[in-house]
């Protein structure tokens, strides 16, 4: 029998009637998202890749849903049982997460995940040398992959007693007890890791998240100071440290430092570009000491070849932007009379950096590119405790209240 939509006695009762199959259809969708959700959260990642499956196919432009089913798809990788699957595991995962970013997700570790896996899967990873130490490890894997947390913990730690300096052994064994809610164990775990290898930053900043969990909001501030100094051009101990930033109300920030002269480097060639306006408002000298600066800068070359002998093509270097800076500090103490008060203000930063011995760590952490960051490993080797203080003093005090 027809439905009169004209009678608004039947309309009335057919708009109900869709109202609650709709609501019904809405709520019914609702339990299937947050289960799917939980069962992520909880780590039970087989359990929830089928849900998320099937929510990809209703919200194909949800962000959060191919987000997580990205991740989800590339964990297979750790349980597949053939190389050939894994790869393909990979390569989904991969193209589902830059699919998710299209849709506007954007974090750190998506951006981080799409920059590490190579557009066709790549190839299985290797942990160690040694094969039965490749085969705990993987085990142990699969086995967290499955919710299987006490496997997990037993698989990587007889990857650590075959291979005591197994720096993800140790890692993993803190993340499963992170996993778990243990989250004691956990920090003893991150803290092995971190004696193993102090110079990577992944222990460090899961050790932060473990104790934010636990509210210890200062421990975990300085453990993510730990993980941006041991690595501070990657992404995630970058985010590690911002985030908690954030959440406890610290402004974070490098002091301000304008630099008016330019340096572009070609072989035997050198151009310096400098901002003509710093000439008509000349501060006490601040115009020489800048046209000092890009002065020095412009003739290292033949100075880099003394400096580095051991790299054959000139780079920009931590050495290079130091003396720089402190040949432009040596004119402005050559100048007579006048206000030190109104020096250019980014000299007087750097002057105060310099007096401080925190000069090249700033330039490292403030400055960096892609040829100062590689002089970095060697400067931490013996400075890390001027990285830290000036992480301290400036980083966490806004800049150092810089006005």
Known sequence: MPINLKSPKIAILVLLLLASVV????????????????LYRDAKYVEALPLFEQLALKYPE?????????????TQSAYLKTPEERKTARKRGRALLVQAQKLGAN???????????????????????????NEAMHEGEAAFAKGEFTKAIEMY????????????????????????????KAGEWFARATKINPDRETAYRYW?????KQGKVTEAGEKFVEAYIAEPYNRLARAG??????KVHVNLAHPRVELPANVSQKPGEATLSIDPNMFGKDKNGSAAAWVTYGLTRAGWQ????????????????????????????????????????????????????DKEGLLEAFILLALPDQGIANDFPAYRKTHTEDLRRYVKMYVMTGGGNQQ
């Open 208 to 212: 932060g998240d473990s104790l934010m």
């Open 107 to 133: 974090n750190e570790l998506l951006t981080a995940m799409i920059a590490g896996i190579p557009l066709d899967g790549g190839e299985d990873g290797s942990f160690s040398p040694k094969q039965e130490v």
């Open 23 to 38: 609501t019904a259809a809405a709520q019914q969708d609702d339990a299937e998202r947050q289960r799917a959700f939980q």
């Open 302 to 353: 033949e100075e880099f070849a003394k400096q580095y002998p051991n790299e054959k093509t000139y780079r920009h270097s931590l050495k290079e932007e130091a003396a720089a800076m402190r040949a432009a500090l040596k004119v402005l103490s050559e100048q007579k009379g006048g206000d030190a008060n109104k020096i250019d203000s980014s000299l007087q930063v750097i002057k105060k950096l």
């Open 62 to 74: 949800d962000p959060a849903i191919i987000e997580n089913l990205g991740l989800l798809v590339f």
């Open 241 to 246: 440290f911002v985030n908690w930033g954030e």
């Open 157 to 184: 730690q007889r990857a650590l007693l075959l291979d005591p300096n197994l720096y993800e052994a140790a890692l993993f064994t803190g993340d499963v007890y992170f996993k778990t809610a243990d989250q004691v």
